[in-house]
């Protein structure tokens, strides 16, 4: 599986962005995916998770009334509505993807994407 990450951008702090990834391959709707992001100098975290059914979804507590993720299995692409984004939200963000839904949530996918820069200013 290919990911590929797109919608990233330079917003204004209370902003919105909507990322999407497009996975390759005929597969996409066996996959739980996921979104995490990386800020300089600090670790990659979890952002955001979605059942391959899309019947589940899970949230960082700092991202949770703020961000939406959500699937389009015909479109193989996952999506990160952003809103009310913060300067705190800056950070690359990477879209990843397992069959196994625990190793995903835990930052140990199977496959990752590359990153899109989200840059808010404040």
């Known amino acids: 599986v290919q990911l590929q990450a797109s919608g990233g951008g330079l917003v204004q702090d209370g902003g919105s962005l909507r990322l999407s990834c497009t996975a390759s391959g005929r597969t996409f709707s066996s996959y739980n995916m996921g979104w995490f992001r990386q800020a300089p100098g600090e670790e990659r975290e979890f952002v955001s998770v979605?059942?391959?059914?899309?019947?589940?979804?899970d949230y960082a507590d700092s991202v949770k009334g703020r961000f939406t993720i959500s699937r389009d299995n015909a479109k193989n692409t996952v999506y990160l509505q952003m809103n009310s984004l913060k300067p705190e939200d800056t950070a690359v963000y990477y879209c990843?993807?397992?069959?196994?839904?625990?190793?995903?949530?835990?930052?140990?996918?199977?496959?990752w994407g590359q990153g899109t820069q989200v840059t808010v200013s404040s």
């Open positions: 979605i059942r391959w059914s899309g019947s589940v979804t």
């Open positions: 990843a993807a397992d069959r196994d839904y625990f190793p995903l949530r835990r930052g140990a996918p199977q496959y």
